[in-house]
């Protein structure tokens, strides 16, 4: 992979004025590319879904600058705000109840009462919002349901001219998205696994995540197939077998190995890499057993959906 790409003030500027002006830009953050627009334009915020070719009832994360910025969008409980402190800025998106007053585009929720909000730890994210003096909204920078960007070519790849710019600041370091849950008074709901894990969240915050229990589709990430590659992908296979992309980890032959020193955070990293290296090659693919440990829960899960079986949801 690349070095960091650092994107210019001049080039920055320009971005914050595309998105000043109503328009969707796509940005790097630390866990993969963003489509952002202003979530008080409803416009721009329309232009998401479309561009995404996204279903309208899939409701959008904000992106904050500040625990005080979120306040003017949702109402943080105690507990809310504990992990705000213990997290942010980073890759935890917190499910919290919806200010009637937030200058928001109603499309952002989906209609729903509630609102997903993050700080991202991308600084050049972080300046965009400052400056736009709003949240940004900001789902994956991929056509819905397909793998999720990692590099400024993957977005480009994926959406193409539907953007009206595209930030490149160099790979992601995280590589999956943001780990979300729901929060009540005094208990937690994991909504998506990701780099954030259920084990780090209880040592914080002394309180242990619970795994979603409702069957609603409250929330389209949580669709079974998702991160679809156009070919069939079999998980938990060993060893690669002729004919095949195998996606390797640890010590053994493959067409891409995730970590040669079975090293989860690297496997988190290149994951979407693996997968749009994988799809480009044509082959059915094949990916070896990942422990199912600390952001190996993540991996397995993105995995699972890409394995999943495409008339199924
Ligand atoms: O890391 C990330 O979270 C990335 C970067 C760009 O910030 N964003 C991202 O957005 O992954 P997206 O739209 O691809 O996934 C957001 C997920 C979706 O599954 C959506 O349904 C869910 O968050 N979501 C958004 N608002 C929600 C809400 N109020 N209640 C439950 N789920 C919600
Ligand atoms: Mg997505």
């Given at each position: 992979m690349s070095e960091k790409a650092t994107p210019d003030d001049i080039t920055i500027q320009k971005a914050v004025k595309v998105l000043s002006d109503g328009g969707i830009v796509a940005v790097p953050t630390e866990t993969v590319y963003g489509l952002a627009a202003n979530a008080a334009d409803a416009t721009a915020v329309a232009r998401i879904f479309e561009a995404k070719g996204r279903p309208s009832f899939n409701p959008l994360i904000c992106h904050v600058a500040s625990m005080g910025m979120a306040d003017r969008y949702v109402q943080s409980s105690p507990l809310a705000k504990r992990l705000m402190e213990a997290f942010w800025p980073g890759p935890l998106s917190l499910v919290l109840p919806l200010r009637?007053?937030?200058?928001?585009?109603?499309?952002v929720t989906a209609g729903l009462d509630t609102l997903a909000v993050r700080m991202p730890a991308s600084p050049l994210m972080l300046e965009l919002i400052q400056a736009t003096n709003n949240a940004l909204a900001a789902p994956s920078a991929n056509a819905s349901g397909k793998i999720s960007p990692t590099t400024a070519g993957d977005v480009a790849n994926s959406l193409g001219e539907r953007v009206d710019m595209v930030l490149d600041g160099g790979p992601c370091s995280v590589g999956l998205e943001s780990t979300i849950v729901g929060v009540d008074y005094d208990a937690i709901t994991l909504l998506r696994p990701g780099s954030v894990t259920a084990q780090m969240i209880y040592e914080r915050c002394g309180i242990m995540p619970s795994e979603n229990a409702s069957t609603d589709i409250t929330a389209p990430g949580q669709l079974l197939s998702h991160y679809a590659p156009d070919a069939a992908v079999t998980l938990n296979v060993s060893k690669r077998v002729a004919d095949s992309f195998h996606i390797g980890f640890g010590n053994c032959q493959s067409d891409y190995n995730l970590s040669p020193t079975a090293d989860l955070n690297e496997a988190a990293r290149k994951l979407f890499n693996a997968l749009h290296a994988a799809n480009a090659s044509g082959k059915p693919i094949t990916v070896s057993p990942i422990p199912e440990t600390g952001v190996g829960v993540a991996v397995n899960d993105r995995l699972s959906r890409a394995a999943a079986d495409r008339t199924a949801s």
């Amino acid at each position: 992979m690349s070095e960091k790409a650092t994107p210019d003030d001049i080039t920055i500027q320009k971005a914050v004025k595309v998105l000043s002006d109503g328009g969707i830009v796509a940005v790097p953050t630390e866990t993969v590319y963003g489509l952002a627009a202003n979530a008080a334009d409803a416009t721009a915020v329309a232009r998401i879904f479309e561009a995404k070719g996204r279903p309208s009832f899939n409701p959008l994360i904000c992106h904050v600058a500040s625990m005080g910025m979120a306040d003017r969008y949702v109402q943080s409980s105690p507990l809310a705000k504990r992990l705000m402190e213990a997290f942010w800025p980073g890759p935890l998106s917190l499910v919290l109840p919806l200010r009637p007053d937030a200058d928001l585009a109603s499309a952002v929720t989906a209609g729903l009462d509630t609102l997903a909000v993050r700080m991202p730890a991308s600084p050049l994210m972080l300046e965009l919002i400052q400056a736009t003096n709003n949240a940004l909204a900001a789902p994956s920078a991929n056509a819905s349901g397909k793998i999720s960007p990692t590099t400024a070519g993957d977005v480009a790849n994926s959406l193409g001219e539907r953007v009206d710019m595209v930030l490149d600041g160099g790979p992601c370091s995280v590589g999956l998205e943001s780990t979300i849950v729901g929060v009540d008074y005094d208990a937690i709901t994991l909504l998506r696994p990701g780099s954030v894990t259920a084990q780090m969240i209880y040592e914080r915050c002394g309180i242990m995540p619970s795994e979603n229990a409702s069957t609603d589709i409250t929330a389209p990430g949580q669709l079974l197939s998702h991160y679809a590659p156009d070919a069939a992908v079999t998980l938990n296979v060993s060893k690669r077998v002729a004919d095949s992309f195998h996606i390797g980890f640890g010590n053994c032959q493959s067409d891409y190995n995730l970590s040669p020193t079975a090293d989860l955070n690297e496997a988190a990293r290149k994951l979407f890499n693996a997968l749009h290296a994988a799809n480009a090659s044509g082959k059915p693919i094949t990916v070896s057993p990942i422990p199912e440990t600390g952001v190996g829960v993540a991996v397995n899960d993105r995995l699972s959906r890409a394995a999943a079986d495409r008339t199924a949801s």
